[in-house]
């Protein structure tokens, strides 16, 4: 038996788990239209690459990836670009982003792709093709597993699978370990080559004994060496990388340290088991399993085209009336849905309806009474009180101090205080004061270097243009021998002892061969002499002066007419 | 009693010798607090304040000759910042100075006649254009500062204040409604 670590504090909330989990996976049907947001990985967002109008196969890419940290953003089915436009996505700030909305065709038609070998393919390639494949953390952090999956600096030991799923009504994960094992086994191995990882630990939960008894069934069965599926305890926050990392090796990852460096990598079981589809079968990450529970008629797990439409999801699991809100995730950590709109995205891993009675609105917060409760469940080890304490009063500079932005927003601080204050609030709204800040203080700096680099434009500027001036000065001093008067070689007496330009002339010229510039001032006169352009009245037909006498006789005539006005009545006005 | 008055002189002028000497080799270019100071002001270059420039500003605050609230675009956490290192108290904005919304210039390019009078005015080099070419703005490095307005004969810039996206959004302070619990 292995020994396993605890990590500081955690709670118990209720888990709620068994409603959704008694039955299998089913597909969810095809959704009368896909809202696909561009931006659904951490990182750049994705740039369209279709237009409106165009028909798109399953698996085709509609978003590219943009610089480093991106990932592409696919056509989860095959049919027509309906939109490519702002629309509502799930986010906290309700606010839209790019979508493509795709009208499916049904015909669900795949574009070509083909899968490749992984012990036989370059880790570049491999690396590259979970980057098109759009493969991200399916744990709901959506990091792209590109930039994950690789580690030049640091060995790495362990590989840590992630199967803990701690938040409660979540039951996507264990179905997935349930039915599809084998696969997420391979993935690890694909995953564990790609990290040159000695040995895999796939932690698990110990209220999913089906999905431990499916996983440990799957390493049996296949024979995969160094793999070991761990039952790690129930408690919330024991999903997160560095509780988990924390619980299976004992290694503590601190604050602004990468868990690569302590030589340990984790990813989500899903993650591992769409990155097995997308080396092996060429298959992009068009769909992911999302558990639909809470206040509907039947909670279970459906495989979800990305994009599909929020409530065309929840109907087919039967959303009740007195439903008054989505919850996308858990409920420590879920986002409150603006619409049912939005579409499914890779970070969707459940979907909790939400009545007045399940999820009361927050009671009103009271004062902190420094019960210091959330201080005893910070898996983070922080001090909650304080933390709340400065961002409340907008101390950022302290909060900090207090290492806010080592919280991992869990919730177990909110969950356990007394007095209902929602203290995660409190730290999102300093860590996200605190970036906009640092942004603006580097805005101000590239300010102040384009600032200062204008002014000394401007001050080179005029040092140019003087020094053009003088040069021009110069020349024109120096080309006044060429002129046949007495040359102005000599100094004249009279100037300025402190006219430095006229001094600089008076060497330079009294240096230089006279003679020499004379000859050549004559030589280029000449020349523009003997090259001198004819006029333009020179050789012309008999024909042309004809006509140039004609015009003069009759400019004479007007002339002679203009000069006696009242002569003839019928003179031509001037 | 001489050889006290010996010691006396000896150390005071050994001291000065030192200090004389420090001055010299140690002298600190500029004045220190001048950088300070302009390190917290936004760098907008706009003249708001009634100098040219946030270092001229820096310059004058540092020598006591200006206000500490008179840069709207620094906004009062700007005025605190001020305040906190230069030890004095926190001083609110005059009537009507307050801060406005972060803007950024627009050129109609319709009406740009090419100019280049903006881009004289233009105090981080923002706007791109040549003469009897259209101009326009470089919006990521616009300040805001509102410089190039006034030199437009065809008055076609304008200043757009920048929306509300995700990329910019940002988590509120979080307020609750007052819940009444009892008539009175």
Excluded at chain 1, 303 to 318: F, I, N, R
Excluded at chain 1, 321 to 349: C, E, F, Q, R
Excluded at chain 2, 61 to 87: Q, S, V, Y
């Amino acid at each position: 038996m292995r020994k396993l670590f605890k990590f500081h504090g955690g709670v118990h909330p209720p888990t709620h788990k068994t409603e959704s989990s008694r039955t299998p996976i089913v597909q969810a049907a095809m959704p009368s239209k896909l809202v696909i947001p561009l931006h659904q990985h951490v990182g750049n967002r994705a740039v369209p690459t279709v237009q409106v109008g165009e028909r798109v196969l399953k698996g085709q890419i509609i978003g590219r990836p943009e610089g480093r940290l991106s990932s592409a953003v696919h056509a989860s089915t095959s049919g027509t670009v309906s939109a490519v436009d702002m629309q509502v996505v799930a986010h906290f700030s309700g606010l839209p982003d790019l979508c493509v909305t795709i009208i499916p065709d049904g015909k669900d038609e795949w574009i070509a792709h083909s899968g490749m070998d992984y012990k036989q393919t370059p880790h570049s390639e491999l690396r590259q093709r979970l980057r098109e494949a759009g493969i991200v953390g399916l744990g709901g952090a959506v990091f792209p597993s590109d930039m994950k999956s690789y580690s030049h600096k640091h060995k790495i030991k362990t590989l840590v699978l992630n199967g803990a799923e701690c938040e409660p009504y979540i039951t996507c994960d264990d179905l997935l370990m349930r039915e599809r094992a084998n696969e997420i086994l391979r993935g690890a191995e694909v995953l564990r080559e790609l990290l040159y990882a000695e040995e895999v630990l796939i932690g698990i939960e110990d209220n999913k004994p089906e999905a431990i008894a499916a996983m440990r069934q799957a390493v049996a069965d296949d024979g995969h060496a160094r793999m070991e599926v761990i039952a790690v305890p129930t408690l919330y926050p024991g999903g997160g990388a560095k509780q988990l990392i924390r619980v299976l090796t004992g290694i503590e990852v601190a604050a602004g340290v990468r868990s690569t460096e302590k030589g340990v990598q984790c990813f989500n079981v899903a993650t591992a088991y769409c990155a097995w589809r997308a080396i092996t079968f060429g298959e992009p990450l068009l769909s992911r399993i999302v558990t639909v529970t809470g206040n509907v008629e039947r909670a279970q797990n459906f495989e979800v085209l990305l994009g599909t439409p929020v409530d065309e999801l929840v109907a087919q699991a039967g959303s009740k009336a007195d439903t008054y809100k989505h919850i996308m995730g858990g409920p420590m950590m879920g986002v409150d849905l603006p619409s049912g709109a939005v579409g499914v995205t890779k970070a969707t891993n459940c979907i909790i309806e939400a009545s007045q009675a399940m999820f009361p609105p927050p009671q009103a917060a009271m004062p902190c009474i420094r019960c210091a409760r959330c201080a005893a469940v910070c898996p983070a080890e922080l001090q909650p009180q304080d933390m709340y304490w400065f961002a409340k009063g907008k101390d950022f500079g302290k909060t900090q101090e207090f290492h806010l932005f080592d919280c991992i927003e869990c919730g177990a601080c909110a969950y356990v205080c007394p007095s209902h204050i929602p203290l995660v609030q409190y730290y999102r709204f300093a860590k996200s004061e605190i970036w906009q800040r640092e942004q603006e203080q580097q805005a101000a700096e590239v300010a102040r270097e384009r600032h200062e680099f204008h002014m000394l434009r401007i001050e080179r500027e005029k040092q140019e243009k003087a020094e053009r001036l003088a040069q021009k000065e110069k020349a024109a001093l120096a080309a006044k021998p060429a002129a046949p008067t007495p040359l102005p070689v000599a100094a004249d007496p009279n100037a300025d002892p402190e006219n430095t330009l006229q001094m600089r002339i008076d060497s330079a010229v009294a240096h230089s061969n006279m003679q020499m510039r004379i000859d050549a001032a004559a030589a280029r006169a000449k020349e523009q002499v003997a090259t001198e352009q004819p006029k333009n009245t020179d050789a012309l037909t008999p024909q042309q002066q004809a006509e140039i006498a004609e015009i003069e006789a009759r400019r004479a005539k007007f002339h002679e007419i203009a000069s006696h006005p009242g002569a003839d009545d019928e003179s031509p006005k001037q | 009693m001489i050889s006290a008055l010996l010691v006396m002189i000896g150390i005071s002028l050994l001291l000065g010798a030192v200090l004389g000497y420090s001055a010299i080799k140690f002298k600190v270019e500029g004045n220190p607090l001048v950088e300070k100071i302009d390190a917290v002001l936004p760098q907008t270059q706009c003249g708001q304040c009634g100098y040219p420039g946030c270092m001229p500003y820096a310059e004058a605050i540092a020598k006591g000759e200006a206000d500490i609230n008179l840069c709207p675009p620094g906004g009062e956490e700007g005025i605190r910042k001020l305040a906190e290192l230069l030890g004095v108290d926190f001083k609110p904005f005059g009537e009507g100075a307050g801060p406005r919304a972060k803007a950024v210039a627009f050129i109609d390019e319709n009406t740009c006649i090419g100019c280049t009078l903006c881009l004289q005015a233009c105090p981080v080099d923002a706007i791109v254009g040549a003469a009897k070419q259209m101009h326009t703005i470089i919006a990521s490095e616009c300040t805001g500062c509102e410089l190039c307005l006034a030199p437009c004969p065809v008055d076609c810039i304008s200043m757009q204040t920048i929306p509300q996206h995700i990329g910019n959004w940002k988590w509120q302070y979080p307020t609750h409604s007052i819940v009444q619990v009892a008539a009175r």
